[in-house]
């Protein structure tokens, strides 16, 4: 059986000015299907690059220049523009940080939905009605048949983010991309929401990346776990390998910056609040070596040399980190 998704050596280039910014350096991973595999890694990373990607929707003056984007077993690189439109909001769907700005503010909730499933499938403005409202439903806004009329402004963002999540879901797309889907909201209701979001896809056996800096979401939801920096996978893992066992250097500087994990005796007295040292390096200019080696406590001989291949640690596990050679090798 194929993976939901497949990203094979993807590489995506930003011509500039000031030289090529490698958003996407190369990276390689894929989902299963109904699959939750969260991507992280600090801002500038390339994680939202990539999910653009894959709907082959990167701004202007980015292009992906290499590799290739598997969903289902077709490859979407070979599709043309009007089938490509066919994917999106159908087999694949993405929802943003900001509702506001895929929300239409001069159309009823009803209108938005009804067109969206309109879009795709021939069906009567009747049976679009009845799938808009079932999804309302399945997303858990309240008095879902009334909200169809009402406006994008007179939701709450937590209500509107709500009503994106039931677009994205609308036609049990096989892959949601979610990228950074609830930072603009509250934390109370940011748990909520993602809550919603993981159980309606669940229901539906949709698969999903979520991009997000927020570890602890990552340590509720997640079923893996994709590690980026600088534009590669440093690390990849199922959430308890990377939460329990973290091989590279960066991903345990990452889980030490969150206060609420408990890491080592939690009976100890609470650490303070760690902070990486240094910088994302610049993609115009990236190090032969491994990316991460100017900030790493670990680098030793090779790492600023030569950058380090994806080293597996087990069937689910790998890290691209020179001090997992000996054991990879093993
Ligand atoms: N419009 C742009 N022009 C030039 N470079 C860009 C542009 N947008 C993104 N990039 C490059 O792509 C990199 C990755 O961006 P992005 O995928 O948005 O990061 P993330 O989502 O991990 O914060 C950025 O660090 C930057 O170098
Ligand atoms: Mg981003």
């Known amino acids: 059986m194929y993976p939901v998704l497949k990203i094979d050596n993807l590489q995506t280039h930003f011509h500039t000015r000031t030289g090529v910014a490698k958003a996407i350096d190369v990276v390689s991973f894929e989902i299963g299907k109904g699959e939750i595999v969260c991507v992280v890694g600090e801002s500038g990373c390339g994680k939202s690059m990539t999910a ?6 990167v701004p202007h003056p980015g292009r992906i220049v290499g590799g290739e984007i598997w969903l289902d077993g077709e490859n979407l690189m070979a599709f043309s523009e009007s089938e490509m439109r066919a ?34 499938r021939r069906v009567s403005r009747t049976e679009a009605r009845e799938r808009a409202i079932a999804m309302l439903r399945r997303v858990e806004l309240p008095a879902p048949e009334a909200r169809m009329d009402a406006y994008p402004h007179e939701l709450s963002g937590g209500m509107r983010q709500r009503v994106m999540i039931a677009e994205a879901l609308l036609l049990d797309p096989a892959l949601l991309l ?3 889907p609830t930072t603009a909201l509250d934390v109370t209701v940011q748990a909520q929401v993602l809550e919603v979001m993981v159980r309606a896809a669940r229901e539906s056996g949709t698969a999903i990346m979520m991009i997000t800096h927020n570890l602890a979401v990552v340590s509720e939801i997640a079923d893996r776990v994709v590690v980026m920096y600088a534009g590669r996978v440093v690390e990849q893992g199922t959430a308890e390998e990377i939460f329990t066992r ?13 206060p609420s994990l408990p890491l080592g005796d939690d009976d100890g007295p609470r650490q303070p609040l760690y902070e990486m040292g240094g910088l994302v390096p610049s993609l115009t200019d990236l190090p032969p070596g491994c990316a991460f080696c100017p900030r790493c406590p670990e680098a030793f001989a090779p790492c600023d ?26």
């Open 52 to 57: 653009l990607s894959v709907l082959r929707l």
């Open 87 to 120: 994917v999106r909001g159908d087999r694949v769907s993405m929802i943003f940080q900001e509702p506001m700005v895929s929300l239409n503010p001069a159309f009823t909730i009803g209108n938005q939905l009804i067109e969206a499933v309109r879009i795709h």
């Open 178 to 180: 979610a990228d950074e």
């Open 246 to 258: 973290p091989a590279h250097p960066y991903t345990r500087g990452l889980l030490r910056a969150i």
């Open 305 to 330: 040399r030569e950058r380090p291949p994806g080293f597996a640690l087990g069937s689910t596990h790998a890290a691209a980190c020179w001090l997992h050679r000996q054991e990879a090798e093993r």
